[in-house]
């Protein structure tokens, strides 16, 4: 096995595109747990540890942020002054682990592995986020959306990496909200729900929402948006947007739960979410 | 085998001159080859806390850190924390609390207390529970773990 630690994207880019077999170190959360119980052993290990460019959060002109691969879930979680919708990835970061995963994981890391369990996943579909590649061919972007292809795939080819991830502008008076129900503090989400909204006089003018851990990827139903969209929130507008996403799951049964239980709690996970998210926008 | 990496790696303020694999952890290296046997295997898959060390100032997990990725950075261990010879006052408080049971998670509950009041000084109970929930205790003593650190922070002489 051979150790790199490549100072620039494209030194990066080479290394990972001359041989199929070597993998990216952001954190090592994941990726060393991994090859401590043998699961994996890469022949070559290409550290990101060095790169500046892919550290860092930074807001566009447009009214965008541009977070860096390499930032860790610490930094998200404490980063001052996200706007509107966007302070969900730092509800997302808190939610995370406990501090020692948090002083170490990234976020091109989490979703760089593909697990529908991690907490990324969920919000930044929720936030139209788009992942930034860059390979041999360039650069690309893909909607997180479709990045997230199945259970541990992703969009990633031979040879690229991710460099950050970007979100759009949050949507005028938009507020997100995370709900995580887990086992115990620190675990994997059993299920998660990310939800942004926006309010005008008291009806839902926008919303987006997915789910954590119900699915080989992370949930999304345009349909149950099209359900809340209007509404007041009420308790039969959330039952029958559940209903639409639960018909999009495909939970596991696994320690953390039954796909059965599973199902239990989108429904109030969702009004959870959705309620947290529009109290943000106070009353209207 | 791959050929053996040179590093130098500095801790608790000396830097050693080392070669290790590229798979080698941080954990097995201090334990290994510096003999700093106070970070402890528990599980080797970050769950657990037993290793944990300070990196740059925050806590991170031994056994999930490369060595070959630490090189460089100040990583400071269990048996750094004493000053002069004397325990520090978080290795104080959780001796005088009766903290330690076994002992086994001790080394790490005591780094990550510490990077926790580095942090910050005065934590709420709340803040200490979540500042130690990495680190489990399988002797369960929680209890007195939580109340060692807050005896140990700038507001809580006890
Ligand atoms: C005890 C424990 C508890 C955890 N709890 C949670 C939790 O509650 N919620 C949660 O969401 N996560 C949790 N995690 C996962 C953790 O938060 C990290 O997200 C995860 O470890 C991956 O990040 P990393 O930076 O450590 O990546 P690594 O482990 O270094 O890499 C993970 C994978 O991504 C690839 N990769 C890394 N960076 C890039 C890049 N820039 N481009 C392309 N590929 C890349 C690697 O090659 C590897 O395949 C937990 C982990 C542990 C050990
Ligand atoms: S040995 Fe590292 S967390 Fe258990
Ligand atoms: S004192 Fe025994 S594991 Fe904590």
Redesign the interface.
Known sequence: ???H?PSTVDEAVSLLAADEDARC?A???TL??M???DLV?PSA?V?L?HIAALGGIAADAGGGLRIGAMTTH?EVADAAGLDGAHALISETARAI?????R??GTIGGSIGHGDPQADYPAALVALDASVELRGPDGARAVPAQDFFVDYLETALQPGELITAVTLPPSPAGGFGAYEKFARV??DYATVSVAAAVAMEAGRCRYVRVALGSCGPIPVRAEDAEARLAGTALADEDVAAAAAVLRDACDPVDDVRGSGEYRMMLVEPLLGRALRAAAAKGGAR | M?EA?PISLTVNGRTHRLFV???H?LLQVLREQISLTGSKRGC???VC?AC?VMIDG????G????A??AAGREIVTVEGLAVGGALSPVQQALLDHGAVQCGFCMPGMAV?AT??LADNPSPSDAEIR??L??NLCRCSGYVKVVEAVRSASAGGAS
């Open positions: 096995m051979e150790f630690g170190l954190g090592g959360a060393v747990a090859m401590n119980a052993m290990l550290s540890r610490r682990g406990h501090p020692a995963i002083n170490m503090e620190g | 791959s990496i694999q590229p798979w952890t080797n898959q970050g806390g944990s925050a806590v991170m997990r056994c999930l850190t490369l070959a990725d990550a990077a926790l979540d500042g929930s990495g």
